[in-house]
């Protein structure tokens, strides 16, 4: 791992990030907005390795020591500092280079960046359901209506489902070896470090896929340390700490 | 069955519904931002339901090829509730589709397709995305002649970079642009569809030769054939990219160097093959077809 700072990549918006430079003091870790993507400073030129970063307002060497990706895109309503008619296309613009920045980074992301999400794999239900059964998940059906007379109503979600947390080859929550193999299968499938699992475990078979995405319960202490033991923070931060 | 869906007054729709049509091959052309239509879509994982047409019903289980040109519909209307349904199904039906939703975003970001295209070997300009007006000077300090276009897959008119506008390098704040040094050479736009490839040279005055005509500049189009190394990459960048249909743009420099720009997912290539007569249409039919 390389030196530098942590780098979460979120939303102004984002009180769970917004949280993680308290809940852990020793490590070096910043926030990086959309606004700084408004400021002097960037400068990345792809194929030519190190580059500069503008993050929290400062400017720092790329790669950072690893990034955490909390944005699925740069939204209008990230950039209330941009005209409000240029906002749509300096959102889009933002993305596109959010998008081969991420990709490009030398240092360990979580997750790397799909082309439709920042985060990592953000599928529609349908084609989480398709994977999920291919690794051999039990899966609750998906049904979609749309126009005409044929709506139909939603099935309303369980209440309470379970929910697995896959990081690396760490899987946090209640599954079994079997369940456990299956979701980690499942998330290197989807191209994804990180992937936040829900399960119905009201079947008659046991627990049944229900929905993934890489969104992480960061207010978890599991979770989050797990993602940084993955992105090799904690252990470097051991050794800043016992050589300090 | 195959399923076009777009407006049926999009050249390259027409042309492969044409080109179908002479097949006697079962093909319908959805307008879905006109039509009464409505989805149902069922996957349990077996992937299953119908698409409802102006009063009639299409099996969705039945479709055995999809070419995909839809417009955007307005965010929160029906049509977009329709155009999500028919998007969902494209990504999971085990039809073929030109092009898969998924891979066809690759397009959104420029420096992330020509990641892509380095990973197989073609040379690609040299780039800097910055938002400092120092730098900029700097890398154009570096080149002959240096370009500006956007990131994203927002069309823009390309455009030489001014040294002397200090107002438009002082815009570079606002968000990280592209600069790129310009490479010289003759254009070559390639259509992939499946394994066959058509090349033609696009020669020009223009800067960017899409606005040519618009500008009052020339633009001569004519079929070409590629060095047998230079046609393999372009097939191995469309399976990389996952686009069996892909519009590439290389330019060829007079010192014999390959530079790739951009990988089209959803090509107009009408525009290529009205001028060269080559047969991309009948080519995408027969693989719509192969299925």
């Known amino acids: 791992m390389t030196d530098g700072p942590v780098v979460v990549l979120a939303s102004e918006a984002d009180a769970e990030a917004r949280t993680l430079p308290a809940r852990l003091p020793g490590l070096d870790l910043r926030l990086l907005t959309p606004a700084d993507l408004s400021r002097p400073g960037w400068e990345f030129r792809p194929g030519r390795g190190a580059g500069i970063a503008v993050v929290d307002g400062e400017a720092i060497s790329t790669p950072p020591a690893a990034v955490l990706v909390r944005l699925p895109w740069v939204a209008e309503h990230d ?3 941009i005209d409000a008619g240029d906002r749509s296309y300096v959102a889009s613009e933002m993305t596109a280079f959010l998008l081969a920045w991420l990709s490009a980074l030398p240092c360990p992301v979580l997750n790397r960046p799909s082309t439709t999400c920042l985060a990592g794999p953000l599928w529609r239900p349908e084609r989480w359901a ?17 126009g005409g007379d044929s709506t139909s109503p939603e099935p309303l979600p369980p209440a309470d489902p379970v929910v697995v947390t896959v990081v690396g080859n760490r899987c946090l929550g209640p599954a079994d070896q079997t369940g456990a193999s299956r979701l980690q299968r499942l998330a290197r499938l989807a191209g994804a470090e990180v992937l936040t699992v829900s399960l119905d475990e009201a079947g008659p078979g046991g627990a049944r896929f229900l929905a993934a995405s890489p969104w992480p319960n960061l207010a978890d202490d599991t979770v989050l340390d797990a993602l940084l033991d993955s992105a090799g923070v904690l252990a470097s931060a051991a050794r800043a700490a016992s050589s300090g | 069955m195959i399923l076009l869906w777009g407006p049926p007054t999009d050249p390259p729709l027409a042309a492969v519904f044409a080109a179908l049509s002479r097949r006697s091959a079962p093909a319908a052309l959805i307008d879905a931002e006109t039509a009464a239509c409505s ?29 995909l040109r839809p ?23 085990s039809a073929i589709v030109l092009n898969r939703p998924a891979a066809m975003a690759g397009n959104g970001s420029k420096p992330y397709q020509a990641a892509q295209a380095r990973a197989v070997g073609f040379a690609t300009p040299d780039t800097l995305i ?26 823009s008119v390309v455009a030489t970079l ?18 790129q040094e310009r490479v010289p050479g003759v254009d070559v736009r390639v259509h992939v569809v499946g394994p066959l490839l058509f090349a033609c040279e696009v020669r020009s005055s223009a800067v960017d030769y899409r606005y040519a005509v618009r500008d009052g500049l020339d633009v001569e189009i004519r079929s070409t054939e590629l060095p047998p190394e230079i046609a393999a990459r372009c097939l191995t960048l469309a399976a990389l990219a996952e686009l069996p249909l892909a519009g590439i743009d290389l330019r060829r420099t007079p010192d014999g160097a390959w530079y790739c720009f951009e990988i089209n997912p959803s090509p107009g290539f009408t525009y290529y093959a009205d001028a060269t007569g080559q047969p991309v249409a009948d080519a995408i039919a027969e693989l719509l077809l192969a299925s």
């Open chain 1, 79 to 81: 950039l209330p500092h």
């Open chain 2, 39 to 67: 989805v149902l879509l069922t996957v349990d994982p077996v992937v299953c339901g119908s698409l409802g047409v102006d009063g009639a019903e299409i099996d969705l289980a039945a479709v055995d090829g999809l070419y």
């Open chain 2, 162 to 179: 001014d040294l002397t506008d200090d107002e438009r390098l002082a815009d570079l704040e606002t968000c990280p642009t592209q600069l």
């Open chain 2, 71 to 93: 417009g955007v519909p307005a965010a929160g209307s029906e049509r977009a509730a329709v155009h999500e349904a028919l998007w969902a199904f494209s990504e999971v039906t």
């Open chain 1, 130 to 146: 398709i994977l999920a059964a291919a690794v051999g998940l039990s899966v609750v059906p998906v049904q979609r209506s749309a």
């Open chain 2, 130 to 155: 910055t938002t400092s007006a120092e730098a900029a000077r700097d890398f154009a300090r570096q080149h002959r002649e240096v370009i500006y276009k956007s990131t994203s897959g927002v069309r």
